[in-house]
T-cell receptor, first 114, second 118 residues
Framework: KAGVTQTPRYLIKTRGQQVTLSCSPISGHRSVSWYQQTPGQGLQFLFEYFSETQRNKGNFPGRFSGRQFSNSRSEMNVSTLELGDSALYLC?????????????FGPGTRLTVL | AQTVTQSQPEMSVQEAETVTLSCTYDTSENNYYLFWYKQPPSRQMILVIRQEAYKQQNATENRFSVNFQKAAKSFSLKISDSQLGDTAMYFCAFMKHVKGGATNKLIFGTGTLLAVQP
C-alpha cells in the first residue's frame, strides 16, 4: 500500500498571500488529521476530517481551514499568511473508526513565509 | 484540557545500551490512549508503541517497552540494545477515548532528542 503523500513538499510564500496544502491518505482510510510543527510551539493539532466532515478542531484562527473530498483526499488552506505560519505541516491518515486505529503520518510540507 | 510533558529535551546513549525517556501527562479522562512516536531526521513520524489506559499490562514492541503508571500519570519509554537508527526526536502523545468511535486528536509533548553514539 502506498503511504500518506503530501504536496508540495516545500513552499515559499510572502506575507498576506494564501496557500493550499494537499494530503492524500492511505487507500481505504477515511480520516485525515492536520498538525502544525514549529520549534516554538511544537506539534499542534489543527483539525481532523472524517468522511468529508470536520470531526475535530484545534485552537487555530479562522485563517486556517480545510476540507475533505469524497476520495478522502484533504486540503488545508491558510489565508492572509503571517510570518508565524512558517512551519512543517503534517497530515496523518487512519481508518478513523476506532481509537485503536494507527495514524500514519506523511512526510510534511515545509512552508516558509517571507 | 489534557497536557503532556517531556522533561528531557535531549538525551544521549551509547550503542547497545538501554535508555529511558520520561513522559507525564495530565487528564481527567479515565479511558485514553498513550503513544510514543519517533521522528528521525528525515521527518517522517512513525508510531513506536501504543498503550491503552484500561490495560494494566505494559506494552512491548521488540526492543521498545513502556512503563505505564496510571495513578502517577506517567508513561516512560525504554529502548533496549540501542541502535544508531534509533537516533531521532521522540514524542509522547495522548489521545482521548471516544465510545463507539474515534477522535484522532493527538496531544503531543515537546519531544526528547535522542542521540545514539557509536
Amino acid at each position: 500500500k502506498a503511504g500518506v503523500t503530501q504536496t508540495p513538499r516545500y513552499l515559499i510564500k510572502t506575507r498576506g498571500q494564501q496557500v493550499t496544502l494537499s494530503c492524500s491518505p492511505i487507500s481505504g482510510h477515511r480520516s485525515v488529521s492536520w498538525y502544525q510543527q514549529t520549534p516554538g510551539q511544537g506539534l499542534q493539532f489543527l483539525f481532523e476530517y472524517f468522511s468529508e466532515t470536520q470531526r475535530n478542531k484545534g485552537n487555530f484562527p479562522g485563517r486556517f481551514s480545510g476540507r475533505q473530498f469524497s476520495n478522502s483526499r484533504s486540503e488545508m488552506n491558510v489565508s492572509t499568511l503571517e510570518l508565524g505560519d512558517s512551519a512543517l505541516y503534517l497530515c496523518a491518515s487512519s481508518p478513523g473508526t476506532s481509537g485503536r486505529d494507527e495514524q500514519f503520518f506523511g512526510p510534511g510540507t515545509r512552508l516558509t513565509v517571507l | 484540557a489534557q497536557t503532556v510533558t517531556q522533561s528531557q529535551p535531549e538525551m544521549s546513549v551509547q550503542e547497545a545500551e538501554t535508555v529511558t525517556l520520561s513522559c507525564t501527562y495530565d487528564t481527567s479522562e479515565n479511558n485514553y490512549y498513550l503513544f510514543w512516536y519517533k521522528q528521525p531526521p528525515s521527518r517522517q513520524m512513525i508510531l513506536v508503541i501504543r498503550q491503552e489506559a484500561y490495560k494494566q499490562q505494559n506494552a512491548t514492541e521488540n526492543r521498545f517497552s513502556v512503563n505505564f503508571q496510571k495513578a502517577a500519570k506517567s508513561f516512560s519509554l525504554k529502548i533496549s540494545d540501542s541502535q544508531l537508527g534509533d537516533t531521532a526526536m521522540y514524542f509522547c502523545a495522548f489521545m482521548k477515548h471516544v465510545k463507539g468511535g474515534a477522535t484522532n486528536k493527538l496531544i503531543f509533548g515537546t519531544g526528547t532528542l535522542l542521540a545514539v553514539q557509536p
